[in-house]
T-cell receptor, first 113, second 116 residues
Framework: KQEVTQIPAALSVPEGENLVLNCSFT??????LQWFRQDPGKGLTSLLL?????REQTSGRLNASLDKSSGRSTLYIAASQPGDSATYLC????????????FGTGTLLAVQP | SAVISQKPSRDICQRGTSLTIQCQVD?????MFWYRQQPGQSLTLIAT?????????ESGFVIDKFPISRPNLTFSTLTVSNMSPEDSSIYLC?????????????FGPGTRLTVT
């Protein structure tokens, strides 16, 4: 059974700092891994999708990497801004006909101005 | 990407009643998913709803409690039946599986349900 864990659970950094969020999964047979952002009381915004055959994806100040063999993914945020404050979730897709997502526990990020 | 809307955005309901949540997508999609996010928790998949077939429920979720309809490729409903305070959660629908796509999932804004 796939289990997804994220560390740290919460992180507070000053504006401008570069930071890394970590995601671990127990079953390396994933189809893809997706990073989301969730603002308080809101739905999820898709940030990056990494296919199982890829090593990394980049979008603006965000870079996500994937290492299937070690069961890890990282989300790198460069030059953090107060607007980046949110909960960040990673989710592993098991593939097959259903493409179910198993979500991690989330990292609550606060960027202090 | 897909634009997804949900109705209602929030509701306060009495225990023992039922609430139907609607999910509308701006394009045809193969798969729709319903998730629950309990207070302070991450998301848990309730069921997968494909058009033209019965919904597939995850362990711990049953059709009598969470009946789902999927009448066409752009719409689905989730009903939370015989509600109790433990059903207080955010309910989110998502879509994925566009033909030829990478199975990236997109989420609606969620429905915040409070059961008193």
């Amino acid at each position: 059974k796939q289990e997804v864990t994220q560390i740290p659970a919460a992180l507070s950094v000053p504006e401008g700092e570069n930071l890394v969020l970590n995601c671990s999964f127990t079953d390396s047979a994933i189809y893809n891994l997706q990073w989301f952002r969730q603002d308080p009381g809101k739905g999820l915004t898709s940030l990056l999708l990494i296919q199982s055959s890829q090593r990394e994806q980049t979008s603006g100040r965000l870079n996500a990497s994937l290492d299937k063999s070690s069961g890890r993914s990282t989300l790198y945020i460069a030059a953090s801004q107060p607007g980046d404050s949110a909960t960040y979730l990673c989710a592993a897709a098991g593939g097959g006909a259903t493409n179910k997502l198993i979500f991690g526990t989330g990292t609550l990020l606060a960027v202090q101005p | 990407s897909a634009v997804i809307s949900q109705k209602p955005s929030r509701d306060i309901c009495q225990r023992g009643t039922s609430l139907t949540i609607q999910c509308q997508v701006d394009s045809q999609v193969t798969m729709m998913f319903w998730y629950r996010q309990q207070p302070g928790q991450s998301l848990t998949l309730i069921a997968t709803a494909n058009q033209g077939s019965e919904a597939t429920y995850e362990s711990g979720f049953v059709i009598d409690k969470f009946p789902i309809s999927r009448p066409n490729l752009t719409f689905s409903t989730l009903t939370v039946s015989n509600m109790s305070p433990e059903d207080s959660s955010i309910y989110l629908c998502s879509v994925g599986g566009r033909a030829g796509g990478p199975y990236e999932q997109y989420f609606g804004p969620g429905t915040r349900l409070t059961v008193t």
